[in-house]
């Protein structure tokens, strides 16, 4: 068996068969462009080599990936992400010492030889067998650019790349097959722009625009003699050549490439030895790439856009196919995203919660009428360094889009959907119902299937205040958002309408799928939804009953090889989702919460607005969504793992007893919104007029009217007629007024979603 020298080299039967080896394939080289027809090349290792008619006739090169760039609805840079760094330019944006040295070093023969250089070869072959290994390639500056060709289309695929890569003599043939085939398409001043744009120059910088800026933060036809050999040099490798890293090899390098340039008549030898004497000079550009780059805090809505391009199929119709596309990039992306909204939801989520809380707030704000999303933020920057109060998730936004797993639960923020589809059934607006301070859940609620959903565990509701005694009207139950009432309402219509309603304005749970029907997702809002689907919905009220699904780009232009290229581009699809009678109703009924409800402390100045507040559960989730004719938004305040319960709680430096929608959600919309809007129109409501209701002094039925409302209503409760039936009439407008009082909590009893099952008869009661 051979053995190796001492000095860790060859044996002469290695060195020999070495040799041969690449004797072989010079040969190989020789036949194959002399007699390319002839068939096998006459190798012996299986597979390793394809007869020359076997390969392709035309080399594939892959578009090269590049930069996008996300602008905002201004054409103001938001950000820029690739999967490599890459700005392709013209030979005549490369400066021509860039263009020398990277020849000089690279394939100094390469304007005297064809696509292979023989004599190169045969040089190769002598210096390689002296030295006992492979001090000296043999490559054409053509094949190598055929190679990278093969690394491009590879793209991030390991496995692909290694293919691409790998020291096989097949590989090496088919190079040679292809450079000859570019040699003659192309022509040398085409294929040493390619070259030069695909290349990888270390640092994540693909292409010499892209090195210039990194390296020396200026563009490529800007690049001195030095500069031109240093990026040059580092070609050959760019992790044992870095600069950044390792100056004096770089350094090294640099001077090697300035003395070949010399060597073959680029450069006179006196401007090459002035050249060594200089400093790098490096200016280095860090990599920003990623929406984690993104400025007035729209790294969220940066990935909201980049999440929406891989799902659409208007980019794709696989999610392979936009992935490509995506990671190919040379887009130039403009969005909804209105720089002045942004700027506004940025400062009062930072002004009003910040990072280091134990809770997080998330606002949203859209276009009615266009589905335009103007801003997007959250009070937790956008990243991955948890300690750093740093999160990917976009809690604006449904899970498909990078949100949380199921949105959050938006309390009394969802009763306006019920109001709404009561209206759109004929319920008039003066609406009275008992809406005591506690009651029993409706023995039966019918649903869209035909079978009622049955109170088979006794579950039961209560206001948030004692003082909290109807009877009510719609408006004043809207105003101090009374749970019986709303919850009297819902058996009253029963929950179909309301499911008609959340369809016909996206209404979805953050997991995609559709409200459930049971009681207190209807009416109490605990299903957990999404700011942007809020936001949405609350702005086709005041598009005067017109829904129009969220959009944030509004056009696409892809650059390839040098041409510009318009994309299509998803659109807001805008359908009926209510009367207007109704839209300007429930319009009419949230102005009332911000002028003497829940939210008043929400309601703007100089502009007319609506909106209605929400507590969850325990406090664990706050809100308020209100909107103006021309702009609606979203805020949700709690905690994205529903562990924290906002009571005797500090955020953003105030302390608070309890949380409510109106005492905090509703101060970041009201800040966001008047900024967003500073400088634009005040437009107005188309209101309608809601009566009083008029007092008794006696009521109807069994009830009575002493102003107490203390009368009795009894009903079977075998169906719903029994549990409204002495609900409506009895007594007056009596007990204690109680005042503006805080938006309600409700509670969801243990196994409350497991009681849609049939159960037996009850009897429903009331007082008047």
Same mark, same amino acid.
């Not at 996300?70 to 392709?88: F, K």
């Not at 040699?183 to 994540?204: D, H, V």
């Not at 607006?429 to 409706?442: E, G, K, L, S």
């Not at 318009?566 to 359908?575: A, D, G, H, R």
């Given at each position: 068996?051979?053995?190796?020298?001492?000095?860790?080299?060859?044996?002469?039967?290695?060195?020999?068969?070495?040799?041969?080896?690449?004797?072989?394939?010079?040969?190989?080289?020789?036949?194959?462009?002399?007699?390319?027809?002839?068939?096998?090349?006459?190798?012996?290792?299986?597979?390793?080599?394809?007869?020359?008619?076997?390969?392709?006739?035309?080399?594939?090169?892959?578009?090269?990936?590049?930069?996008?760039?996300?602008?905002?609805?201004?054409?103001?840079?938001?950000?820029?992400?690739?999967?490599?760094?890459?700005?392709?330019?013209?030979?005549?944006?490369?400066?021509?010492?860039?263009?020398?040295?990277?020849?000089?070093?690279?394939?100094?023969?390469?304007?005297?030889?064809?696509?292979?250089?023989?004599?190169?070869?045969?040089?190769?072959?002598?210096?390689?067998?002296?030295?006992?290994?492979?001090?000296?390639?043999?490559?054409?500056?053509?094949?190598?650019?055929?190679?990278?060709?093969?690394? &491009?289309?590879?793209?991030?695929?390991?496995?692909?790349? =290694?293919? *691409?890569?790998? #020291?096989? /003599? $097949?590989? +090496? %043939?088919?190079?040679?097959?292809?450079?000859?085939?570019?040699?003659?398409?192309?022509?040398?001043?085409?294929?040493?722009?390619?070259?030069?744009?695909?290349?990888?120059?270390?640092?994540?910088?693909?292409?010499?625009?892209?090195?210039?800026?990194?390296?020396?933060?200026?563009?490529?036809?800007?690049?001195?003699?030095?500069?031109?050999?240093?990026?040059?040099?580092?070609?050959?490798?760019?992790?044992?050549?870095?600069?950044?890293?390792?100056?004096?090899?770089?350094?090294?390098?640099?001077?090697?490439?300035?003395?070949?340039?010399? &060597?073959?008549?680029?450069?006179?030898?006196?401007?090459? =030895?002035? *050249?060594?004497? #200089?400093? /790098? $000079?490096? +200016? %280095?550009?860090?990599?920003?790439?990623?929406?984690?780059?993104?400025?007035?805090?729209?790294?969220?809505?940066?990935?909201?856009?980049?999440?929406?391009?891989?799902?659409?199929?208007?980019?794709?119709?696989?999610?392979?196919?936009?992935?490509?596309?995506?990671?190919?990039?040379?887009?130039?992306?403009?969005?909804?995203?209105?720089?002045?909204?942004?700027?506004?939801?940025?400062?009062?989520?930072?002004?009003?919660?910040?990072?280091?809380?134990?809770?997080?707030?998330?606002?949203?704000?859209?276009?009615?009428?266009?589905?335009?999303?103007?801003?997007?933020?959250?009070?937790?920057?956008?990243?991955?360094?948890?300690?750093?109060?740093?999160?990917?998730?976009?809690?604006?936004?449904?899970?498909?889009?990078?949100?949380?797993?199921?949105?959050?639960?938006?309390?009394?923020?969802?009763?306006?959907?019920?109001?709404?589809?009561?209206?759109?059934?004929?319920?008039?607006?003066?609406?009275?119902?008992?809406?005591?301070?506690?009651?029993?859940?409706?023995?039966?609620?019918?649903?869209?299937?035909?079978?009622?959903?049955?109170?088979?565990?006794?579950?039961?509701?209560?206001?948030?205040?004692?003082?909290?005694?109807?009877?009510?009207?719609?408006?004043?139950?809207?105003?101090?958002?009374?749970?019986?009432?709303?919850?009297?309402?819902?058996?009253?219509?029963?929950?179909?309408?309301?499911?008609?309603?959340?369809?016909?304005?996206?209404?979805?749970?953050?997991?995609?799928?559709?409200?459930?029907?049971?009681?207190?997702?209807?009416?109490?809002?605990?299903?957990?939804?999404?700011?942007?689907?809020?936001?949405?919905?609350?702005?086709?009220?005041?598009?005067?009953?017109?829904?129009?699904?969220?959009?944030?780009?509004?056009?696409?232009?892809?650059?390839?090889?040098?041409?510009?290229?318009?994309?299509?581009?998803?659109?807001?699809?805008?359908?009926?989702?209510?009367?207007?009678?109704?839209?300007?109703?429930?319009?009419?009924?949230?102005?009332?919460?911000?002028?003497?409800?829940?939210?008043?402390?929400?309601?703007?100045?100089?502009?007319?607005?609506?909106?209605?507040?929400?507590?969850?559960?325990?406090?664990?989730?706050?809100?308020?969504?209100?909107?103006?004719?021309?702009?609606?938004?979203?805020?949700?305040?709690?905690?994205?793992?529903?562990?924290?319960?906002?009571?005797?709680?500090?955020?953003?430096?105030?302390?608070?007893?309890?949380?409510?929608?109106?005492?905090?959600?509703?101060?970041?919309?009201?800040?966001?919104?008047?900024?967003?809007?500073?400088?634009?129109?005040?437009?107005?409501?188309?209101?309608?007029?809601?009566?009083?209701?008029?007092?008794?002094?006696?009521?109807?039925?069994?009830?009575?009217?002493?102003?107490?409302?203390?009368?009795?209503?009894?009903?079977?409760?075998?169906?719903?007629?029994?549990?409204?039936?002495?609900?409506?009439?009895?007594?007056?407008?009596?007990?204690?007024?109680?005042?503006?009082?805080?938006?309600?909590?409700?509670?969801?009893?243990?196994?409350?979603?497991?009681?849609?099952?049939?159960?037996?008869?009850?009897?429903?009661?009331?007082?008047?």
């Amino acid at each position: 068996m051979p053995k190796k020298r001492s000095g860790g080299g060859l044996t002469s039967t290695q060195q020999a068969a070495k040799f041969l080896g690449v004797s072989v394939l010079a040969g190989a080289v020789m036949a194959g462009i002399a007699l390319p027809a002839a068939g096998a090349l006459g190798l012996a290792a299986k597979g390793s080599v394809e007869s020359f008619d076997e390969l392709p006739a035309t080399l594939k090169a892959p578009p090269l990936s590049q930069r996008t760039t996300i602008l905002d609805a201004n054409g103001g840079q938001i950000a820029t992400v690739y999967s490599r760094d890459r700005t392709v330019v013209g030979l005549k944006d490369v400066a021509p010492d860039m263009q020398k040295a990277i020849v000089a070093i690279e394939d100094s023969r390469f304007y005297k030889h064809g696509a292979v250089d023989l004599k190169g070869v045969l040089r190769a072959l002598n210096k390689n067998a002296q030295s006992g290994g492979v001090s000296q390639g043999a490559s054409t500056l053509t094949q190598q650019y055929v190679k990278n060709v093969f690394v &491009e289309e590879a793209g991030d695929d390991p496995t692909k790349v =290694a293919q *691409a890569t790998q #020291q096989t /003599l $097949g590989r +090496k %043939i088919k190079e040679l097959k292809y450079a000859i085939q570019v040699e003659e398409e192309l022509g040398k001043k085409k294929i040493l722009e390619n070259y030069l744009n695909i290349t990888f120059f270390g640092q994540q910088a693909y292409g010499v625009e892209a090195a210039a800026q990194r390296y020396f933060s200026k563009h490529a036809k800007d690049l001195n003699l030095q500069e031109s050999a240093l990026l040059a040099g580092i070609v050959q490798s760019p992790s044992r050549y870095d600069p950044v890293n390792d100056e004096t090899e770089a350094t090294k390098r640099r001077n090697i490439v300035l003395q070949r340039m010399a &060597e073959v008549g680029d450069v006179s030898r006196a401007a090459a =030895a002035e *050249a060594m004497k #200089q400093p /790098l $000079g490096l +200016k %280095i550009s860090r990599p920003r790439n990623g929406c984690i780059t993104a400025v007035k805090g729209a790294g969220f809505f940066c990935d909201y856009v980049r999440e929406v391009f891989l799902s659409d199929p208007v980019f794709g119709k696989t999610q392979e196919a936009r992935a490509k596309v995506w990671n190919q990039g040379g887009l130039t992306i403009r969005t909804t995203l209105a720089p002045q909204a942004q700027d506004s939801v940025q400062r009062s989520l930072k002004d009003r919660v910040y990072e280091s809380d134990k809770v997080a707030a998330a606002a949203t704000l859209v276009e009615p009428g266009t589905g335009k999303i103007v801003a997007m933020g959250q009070s937790k920057p956008y990243g991955t360094n948890v300690k750093q109060n740093q999160t990917v998730i976009n809690y604006s936004v449904d899970a498909a889009y990078g949100g949380s797993n199921y949105g959050f639960p938006t309390g009394s923020t969802f009763k306006p959907f019920l109001a709404a589809a009561a209206l759109e059934e004929g319920k008039p607006p003066t609406q009275i119902y008992p809406a005591p301070y506690q009651m029993p859940y409706p023995a039966k609620v019918q649903t869209c299937s035909g079978k009622p959903w049955v109170n088979d565990k006794d579950y039961k509701l209560e206001n948030e205040s004692k003082s909290e005694v109807g009877p009510y009207p719609l408006k004043t139950a809207m105003e101090k958002s009374v749970n019986t009432y709303f919850v009297e309402m819902l058996a009253d219509i029963g929950m179909c309408p309301v499911v008609k309603m959340t369809n016909a304005l996206g209404v979805v749970q953050g997991n995609g799928t559709k409200v459930p029907e049971v009681p207190s997702s209807m009416t109490l809002g605990s299903t957990g939804l999404s700011p942007l689907t809020m936001a949405s919905a609350y702005a086709a009220f005041a598009s005067r009953g017109m829904y129009c699904t969220p959009v944030a780009i509004e056009s696409i232009t892809r650059t390839v090889a040098g041409e510009k290229k318009s994309l299509e581009v998803p659109k807001s699809t805008c359908s009926r989702a209510m009367s207007e009678k109704t839209a300007d109703t429930i319009n009419t009924l949230l102005r009332g919460v911000v002028d003497s409800g829940t939210g008043k402390e929400a309601g703007l100045s100089g502009r007319e607005s609506a909106g209605k507040t929400g507590t969850t559960d325990k406090r664990k989730n706050a809100w308020f969504a209100g909107y103006t004719p021309n702009m609606s938004g979203a805020v949700w305040v709690g905690s994205a793992s529903q562990q924290v319960e906002m009571n005797r709680i500090t955020i953003g430096g105030v302390y608070h007893a309890q949380v409510y929608g109106g005492d905090t959600p509703g101060p970041i919309w009201r800040d966001a919104m008047s900024g967003a809007l500073e400088g634009k129109t005040a437009e107005n409501f188309n209101l309608v007029n809601i009566p009083d209701p008029k007092k008794k002094g006696d009521g109807d039925g069994n009830g009575n009217g002493n102003g107490n409302g203390n009368g009795n209503g009894n009903g079977n409760g075998d169906d719903d007629g029994g549990f409204i039936g002495g609900l409506t009439d009895g007594g007056t407008d009596g007990g204690t007024d109680g005042g503006t009082t805080p938006d309600p909590t409700f509670s969801i009893p243990e196994g409350f979603f497991q009681g849609q099952t049939n159960g037996g008869n009850g009897n429903g009661g009331g007082r008047g």
